[in-house]
């Protein structure tokens, strides 16, 4: 029996350069499917897309129209094929009432980072967390909660209990930082794809400042620098900036060897309320 994980988010060839997906219910946040998930999705489309080239070395989605569960279509146009790295042009689109409508926008380039190697070096710090057992669980969050973000269940999120005020009906920390430990719910191996989909699963930092919700994202950009070593993940999202009904996310992710795998940043609107 494979991971869920996997089946979530399995693709088919539908054409040159075209691929079927289906989109999982269990995916859903607020009002759509999870833009990390989703990239995920197109991600794993263009790792099929390119022989040799498996990995996404950064990769860039734009969100036109939130997506929802059922059918999707992802068409990939190659802009270079090299030798190291390739880069691609992808939309992910769905039929709405008779009508194509595109979804994402994406500009990725891959490579296969068993050719770079593991040599990371980085002024960065990883995030200190207490441990698992001290941390909250986010899939015991209240039923509302739950109602409103299914995909809750679909992975392990131990919050730090220094940030995770809102989260659990507390009071907010007043800083603009989450941070906790991961892994998917089956315990299936983090690789490079679903580390973009791992940079989109933390609450919001936004809970911390007193306003919970679902936050839309527009943008999203993600690097990855290397395939984590096995074990639980360290997740870390920070903002700076809350400005004219956006702010940012910047998120770092952390292995069980110390090193920093991958890194993204993301714009997001204000968030809407729960319920």
Known sequence: MGYEYDEAIAVSPAGPGEYAADLQA?????????GGYVLSVIGNAIKAQLDGHPDPYTISGYYLSATTPGPATIRIEELRRGRGTSTVRATLGQVVDGEHVDRVSVLATYGDLTRVGGDIR??????ELPPVEECVLTSTAPPDVKAFVPMLDRFAMH??????GTFVGGAPSGRAMIQGWFEL??????????LVTAVDLLPPVTFELGMPG???TLELTVHIRATPAPGLLRLRHESRNFAGGFFEE???VWDSAGRLVAQSRQLALAPRPLG
Request: hydrophobic letters at 40%; aromatic letters at 6%.
């Open 26 to 34: 269990g995916w859903v946040v607020g009002g759509g499917v999870n």
């Open 122 to 127: 980085t002024t960065a710090t990883p995030p």
């Open 159 to 164: 919050l730090d209990p220094a940030c995770a």
């Open 185 to 194: 719910a089956d315990h299936r191996p983090i690789d490079p794809i679903a």
């Open 214 to 216: 679902w936050a839309p």
């Open 250 to 252: 910047d998120c770092e």
